[in-house]
């Protein structure tokens, strides 16, 4: 459980920390699929600078650590997609975060498969777990996001079974690359201006697509 302690030490930082969300559903049932992609993502950059997740809280699995000098907190919401907004909007108010500290990590059904985006704001995008992130926040848009591409389902498939299946291996292998550029990405929000880090990456991300394309038509 998390304490008082460590509230007051993260609110009176010199630097305000950053809240990253993942989301997705719990379970070993659903570990794997495409809708569970940015648990993955927070599991991947946990790993990276070293933070465990080992905290259970606000109905969230979650860690909280320094990354260089900046303290940062992950959560991954357990309520189920549907309803991230029950974790995540308390877990803001507890901490005393305003939205530009909060960034989302999910799957989008709109970028391809292993392209992802970094955005400032925005909608919802028909995204469930987004829908309640945002109902929970008071209907403010204005926080950041991190869409993982998953790519459109194939021909008349229904979108949610889609999104509850898990990868091919072609998907897989590109999904492991994207999560390890994800973790650069996050780095990068947390090391610049959020303007300047998301034009960057998001250059990056489109001439990758583009490439992809390139190999693909050749």
């Known amino acids: 459980m998390l304490s008082r302690l460590s509230r007051r030490s993260y609110c009176t930082s010199v630097n305000r920390p950053w809240l990253f969300l993942g989301l997705g559903n719990p379970g070993d049932k659903y570990k794997g699929t495409r809708h569970n992609i940015g648990f993955e993502m927070i599991d991947v950059f946990a790993e990276s600078v070293g ?6 809280n606000f109905k969230a699995l979650m860690g909280q650590g320094l990354v260089g000098d900046l303290p940062v ?8 997609m ?3 907004g029950e974790s995540s909007g308390p877990l803001a108010a507890y901490y005393k975060l305003p939205l530009n500290r909060v960034l989302v ?3 989008d059904l709109q970028l391809p498969c292993g392209v992802l985006r970094l955005q400032d704001k925005g909608g919802h995008g028909c995204h469930n777990g987004l829908k309640s992130v945002m109902h929970h926040f008071r209907g403010n848009r204005e926080f950041a996001r991190l869409r993982i591409g998953i790519g459109k389902p194939p021909g008349q498939m229904d979108p949610k079974a889609f999104l509850l299946q898990k990868f091919s291996m072609s998907a897989r292998e590109r999904m492991d690359g994207a999560l390890a550029e ?3 990405a996050l780095k990068l929000v947390l090391s610049k201006d959020f303007g300047e880090s998301w034009r960057l990456f998001n250059v990056e991300q489109k001439y990758k697509h583009l490439k992809q394309h390139t190999v693909i038509a050749a």
């Open 51 to 56: 933070i465990q997740m080992n905290l259970v």
């Open 73 to 80: 907190i992950l959560a991954k919401p357990q309520t189920y």
């Open 82 to 84: 549907n309803l991230s």
């Open 105 to 107: 990590v999910h799957d």
């Open 182 to 184: 994800g973790v650069e």
